[in-house]
């Protein structure tokens, strides 16, 4: 009889066993799967991966969450007497959408609706369509433009910018100031992959790189 009661009590024992070493099991399986959705879920809330490619349009693919932009692929333009450069036209000021000022590079120019016809790199510092304006929380505004020694090459000085210098877009009446916190090079290859923090309003800076028509330079600034 006790040697019965002992197995019984071995059995109990066994049974309990199992039982706290599946809860073990079942809260560490719970903990792995919270870690991973939290970390995957401060990466897609830190990093917005955009690639920039040749047109002037945001395209949301379904499958992924990534951004991606249509840009015109450009190089630096020569000051040469001899090479046909489009001309400027006449331009009505009054109807800029907004104005991008960079004090240290003595830069002040406007931009024009995503639609407007002036709204074009040839011309202008161009609105990339699918920017977000800078009332927008979190929001991206992207501007592009030439470099080089033409008299459109308006962002031909951006690589003169260090990380902490201030450019400000006056929009809507209200004036925004952005910091300058990261500056890259790509390759030319008709996209452009912008890293920037989901977490802030960021405007965005594109022209081709100095002494360089195989790449392209990103300039990332954040509201202050």
């Not at 079942?26 to 690639?51: H, I, P, Q, R, S």
Request: neutral net charge; contains cysteine; aromatic residues 10%.
């Amino acid at each position: 009889m006790q040697m019965q009661n002992q197995k019984q009590m071995n059995k109990k024992n066994m049974k309990k066993s199992q039982i706290l070493l599946l809860g073990s099991l079942l809260v560490f399986v719970g903990f792995c799967t919270m870690t991973f959705e939290y970390f995957a879920k401060m990466k897609n809330d830190v990093f917005a991966d955009m690639e920039i490619k040749m047109n002037g349009n945001l395209v949301v693919s379904e499958n992924e969450e990534e951004v991606t932009a249509e840009v015109p692929i450009t190089n630096n333009l020569p000051e040469d007497k001899n090479e046909v450069v489009t001309p400027v036209p006449t331009i009505d000021y009054s109807k800029y959408l907004g104005v991008l000022e960079i004090p240290k590079i003595g830069l002040k120019r406007g931009f024009y609706n995503i639609d407007s016809r002036y709204n074009d790199i040839q011309y202008n510092v161009s609105l990339v369509k699918g920017s977000n304006m800078p009332d927008v929380d979190k929001g991206n505004l992207i501007l592009m433009a030439h470099s080089g020694d033409a008299a459109i090459s308006y962002f031909a000085y951006l690589h003169i910018l260090k990380l902490g210098d201030y450019a400000y877009v006056t929009y809507n009446g209200n004036k925004y100031a952005y910091k300058l916190v990261n500056v890259y090079d790509v390759p030319k290859t008709g996209k452009v992959k912008i890293v920037r923090s989901y977490n802030n309003t960021t405007l965005t800076l594109i022209t081709c790189t100095k002494n360089n028509d195989q790449a392209q330079t990103v300039y990332i600034l954040e509201l202050v």
